[in-house]
Each structure stands twice: as structure tokens, then as C-alpha cells.
């Protein structure tokens, strides 16, 4: 590897740090995130981080010349300037997700159709288009999607490191890094938010370096599950009790579970520390069941599974005896 590949997440870290103090303290951009009845904060908080993590991944990723094809990086910058856009001015949700849809299938068909067919291909952009929306979903805490996004892509690099894969390690690893610096201002008491610009590009990495990865043989399919299987299960089983109930499931709300923990007593601070916890868990898990038998990642899954389960009992539990976290 190159001292450029080993620079290019400090210059991740350095450029969104750099960005994001400047939209804190500057007069430019002043899109704030306004309380109200299905938020969490109190006060007016600027929603325009996001611009800066992903302007510092972008820039260390041009330190990594060719390890990313160029469709990625239209599609990020595509989804950057979609969502921003959307934090400006509030775009109709039905444009929101065309967009989404049409990225989604621009990735797999490129990807995966001639190899896996169009079967995988459609699944695929369907997996996608969720993850995106549903990264966008759990960023409504202090520190929360920060975290998952420090934490997920680090596990990530990691992977593809001990795999063998150092060019498409660096290229999570600065992911990672431009949230550390992102961290730094959002974690309680947040002096901004990432906004629909940082979550949404996030999401959709997520999904499209965890599909890469197993593409590349970096790791098996279900890694990326784990690993985000935080973000997934709470914003899965959280859609899917709205639906059966008959509710707009795409409406803003605060029935997701890391809310509920917020509004029982937790309050930001705990609930984003408990998260890290579990996402450190769910990660360090996946790592090490990666290089086991076929019959111990099969055990993790069950365990990870059953966890869950108990996790949605006791919180559905507490929540129908204490409505509102009274």
C-alpha cells in the first residue's frame, strides 16, 4: 500500500472536521432542524453535517485512484444533492423514492446481472432502496447513525484487511473516519445533525460495500446483515408493526425502538452509549464467526437472532406499561 491509501482517511477525518466546524460557526447554509411533535430535540439544530462527512469521504477517496468504478461515485454525489434538497425545501416522497428505486437498480444491474441474474439483481435493489431509507429512519438521536456509521464501516475494513483486500479496507476505513470527526459535534448535546444529505448516501454505502464486498469473496453475504443488524431489526420491526396497523409508513413518527429508549429516562447520552454496545457486539461477532465453521456462523445468527427477540419483547413490554415513557 502507499502513504496515499494510509493518508487518505486522516484527510477524511481532517476535510469533515474542517466542513463541519465551518457550517457550525459560519454564516453560509444555514438549513436548521426545527422541533416538533415526532422529533427529539428541543431547539433548533443545523442539519447540514452530513454535507461535511461526505465532502471529507469523497475527498480521501480521491487519494484511492480506481478502487471505487465511477457509477459509484455519481450515484453518491446523486444522492448527496437529491437529499440535500430535500433538507432545504422538503421534496415529495414519491420523488424521494424514484430516485432511491432508480440508483438502486443503476447499482445492481451494473453489479450483479450478468453474473447472478436478474432474480438476485432485483432482490438486490430492493434490499438497497431499504437500507438507504432506513439509515435515514434511526437518524433521530444524538450520536446514534454517527456511531452505527464509525462502527459499521471500521468492521468493514477490518474484514476486508484480514481478507487480503487493504485497497477496499481503506475505502470503509475512511468512511469511518470522516464519522469520527462527525461524532465530535454530534454526540449529546449535538451541535448538528447529518441531515437526509449524510444519512441516505450512508445507507446506500452501506448496502452497496457490503454487496462489493462479498462480490470481491472479502466475506459472506450475511456479514453485512450483522453488522447492521442494529439499524436493520429496529427499522424493519418497527415498519412492519405500522403497516399492520394500517399506518403511513412513511411518515415521520417516534415509535422506533432507540426513540422509546430516549423517552423512557435514557435520554440521548445512554441510549446512543447502549447502541454503541450493541453494534460493538454485533460487529465483533461477525468478524470472528467470518473465519469459523459453517455450523458456528449459523449459531451466531440463531443467538443474534434470539437476542433480538427478547430485546422487542422486554421494550414492547415496558412501553405498553409505561406509554410515552411516563
Known amino acids: 500500500m502507499s502513504f496515499s491509501a494510509f493518508a487518505a482517511p486522516f484527510a477524511a477525518f481532517m476535510v469533515a472536521f474542517a466542513l463541519i466546524s465551518y457550517l ?53 454525489i446523486l444522492l448527496v444533492a437529491i437529499s440535500f434538497a430535500d433538507d432545504v425545501s422538503g421534496l415529495p416522497a414519491w420523488t424521494r423514492f424514484l430516485m432511491h428505486g432508480v440508483i438502486a437498480i443503476w447499482f445492481s444491474t451494473a453489479m450483479l446481472s450478468d453474473i447472478h441474474g436478474w432474480m438476485i439483481t432485483a432482490v438486490a435493489a430492493v434490499a438497497i432502496t431499504w437500507m438507504l431509507n432506513l439509515y435515514n429512519f434511526m437518524d433521530g438521536s444524538d450520536g446514534l447513525a454517527g456511531g452505527m456509521t464509525l462502527i459499521g464501516f471500521s468492521c468493514y475494513g477490518v474484514t476486508a484487511w484480514l481478507a487480503g483486500n487493504a485497497p477496499f479496507a481503506m475505502i470503509n476505513f475512511c468512511i469511518a473516519a470522516a464519522a469520527a470527526a462527525f461524532l465530535l459535534f454530534n454526540f449529546h448535546p449535538a451541535r448538528i445533525f447529518m441531515g437526509d444529505a449524510g444519512s441516505i448516501p450512508l445507507g446506500f454505502l452501506a448496502a452497496i460495500l457490503g454487496i462489493m464486498g462479498w462480490i470481491n469473496g472479502d466475506w459472506p453475504l450475511w456479514l453485512p446483515l450483522l453488522i447492521f443488524s442494529p439499524f436493520i431489526v429496529d427499522a424493519s420491526v418497527t415498519l412492519a408493526k405500522r403497516g399492520l396497523r394500517g399506518e ?37 461477532s461477525a468478524i470472528w464467526a467470518v473465519g469459523q465453521q459453517t455450523a458456528a456462523q449459523l449459531g451466531v445468527g440463531v443467538a443474534w437472532g434470539g437476542i433480538y427477540l427478547i430485546m422487542i419483547r422486554v421494550s414492547d413490554h415496558y412501553w405498553k406499561r409505561h406509554p410515552g415513557g411516563s
Not at 478502487?67 to 459509484?72: A, G, R, S, T
Not at 445512554?270 to 460493538?280: E, K, R, S
Request: aromatic share 8%.
Open 24 to 76: 457550525i460557526k459560519g454564516g453560509i447554509l444555514k438549513v436548521l432542524d426545527h422541533p416538533n411533535p415526532r422529533s427529539l430535540h428541543s431547539k433548533a439544530i443545523p442539519r447540514t453535517g452530513g454535507l461535511g462527512l461526505m465532502s471529507g469521504i469523497l475527498v480521501s477517496w480521491a487519494l484511492l485512484p480506481g478502487v471505487l468504478p465511477l457509477f459509484i461515485w455519481a450515484s453518491v
Open 248 to 284: 403511513k409508513v412513511w411518515q415521520a413518527h417516534r415509535e422506533h425502538y432507540y426513540q422509546h429508549m430516549v423517552q423512557s429516562g435514557l435520554g440521548h447520552r445512554n441510549t446512543a452509549l447502549l447502541g454503541y454496545v450493541l453494534m460493538l457486539a454485533a460487529g465483533a
